[in-house]
T-cell receptor
Framework: KAGVTQTPRYLIKTRGQQVTLSCSPISGHRSVSWYQQTPGQGLQFLFEYFSETQRNKGNFPGRFSGRQFSNSRSEMNVSTLELGDSALYLC???????????????FGPGTRLLVL | GENVEQHPSTLSVQEGDSAVIKCTYSDSASNYFPWYKQELGKRPQLIIDIRSNVGEKKDQRIAVTLNKTAKHFSLHITETQPEDSAVYFCAASSNNDMRFGAGTRLTVKP
C-alpha cells in the first residue's frame, strides 16, 4: 500500500496570505489528523477528521480550518498567515475501525511552510 | 485537556549503553500510549505502544513501562546503536484526544 502523501512538500508565503495543504491517507484509512511541528513546541494537534466530519480539535485559532472529502483525502487551510505559522505541517492517517485515538497513526512526510 | 511532559529534552549516550526517556500525563482517561521515532528530515514512525491494561511491553531492544497510578510511562532502549539517534516523542491518548510530548533528542555516540 502507498503511504500517506502530502502536497506540496514546501511552500513559501507572505504574511496575510492564505494557504491550503493536502493530505491523502493510506487506502482504507478513514481518519486523518493534522499536526503542527515547530522546534520550540514539538508536535501539536490541530484537528482530526473522520467520515468528512471534524471529530476532535486542538487549541488553535479559527484561522486554521480543515475538511475531509468522501474519499478520505483531507485539506487544511490557514488564512491570514502570520510569521509564527512557519512550521512543518504533518498529517497522519489511521484505520479508525474503533476509536481513532487508540490506533497507530501513520504520518505523511509533511509540508514545510515558511511565512515571510 | 491532556498535558504531556517529556524528559529529558536531550540525551547523549555512548554506544552500547541504555537510554531512558520519561513522560507524564495529566488526563486519567488516557489509555493508549504510543512512542514515535523521528529521524532527521523524516516523518515520525511508531516504534512501540502500550495500552492501559498492560504494565510493560518489550520488543527486542525497546521496552515501555506504564504506571497508571502515577500517570507516567517510560521508553527504555538497551544496547543503543548510532542508528538509534533521532528525536523520540511520547504521546498519551484518550478516546477524544491525543497529545504529544515535546520530544527527546537522543544522540548515540559511536
Amino acid at each position: 500500500k502507498a503511504g500517506v502523501t502530502q502536497t506540496p512538500r514546501y511552500l513559501i508565503k507572505t504574511r496575510g496570505q492564505q494557504v491550503t495543504l493536502s493530505c491523502s491517507p493510506i487506502s482504507g484509512h478513514r481518519s486523518v489528523s493534522w499536526y503542527q511541528q515547530t522546534p520550540g513546541q514539538g508536535l501539536q494537534f490541530l484537528f482530526e477528521y473522520f467520515s468528512e466530519t471534524q471529530r476532535n480539535k486542538g487549541n488553535f485559532p479559527g484561522r486554521f480550518s480543515g475538511r475531509q472529502f468522501s474519499n478520505s483525502r483531507s485539506e487544511m487551510n490557514v488564512s491570514t498567515l502570520e510569521l509564527g505559522d512557519s512550521a512543518l505541517y504533518l498529517c497522519a492517517s489511521s484505520l479508525a475501525g474503533g476509536s481513532a485515538r487508540q490506533e497507530t497513526q501513520y504520518f505523511g512526510p509533511g509540508t514545510r511552510l515558511l511565512v515571510l | 485537556g491532556e498535558n504531556v511532559e517529556q524528559h529529558p529534552s536531550t540525551l547523549s549516550v555512548q554506544e552500547g549503553d541504555s537510554a531512558v526517556i520519561k513522560c507524564t500525563y495529566s488526563d486519567s482517561a488516557s489509555n493508549y500510549f504510543p512512542w514515535y521515532k523521528q529521524e532527521l528530515g523524516k516523518r515520525p514512525q511508531l516504534i512501540i505502544d502500550i495500552r492501559s491494561n498492560v504494565g510493560e511491553k518489550k520488543d527486542q531492544r525497546i521496552a515501555v513501562t506504564l504506571n497508571k497510578t502515577a500517570k507516567h510511562f517510560s521508553l527504555h532502549i538497551t544496547e543503543t546503536q548510532p542508528e538509534d539517534s533521532a528525536v523520540y516523542f511520547c504521546a498519551a491518548s484518550s478516546n477524544n484526544d491525543m497529545r504529544f510530548g515535546a520530544g527527546t533528542r537522543l544522540t548515540v555516540k559511536p
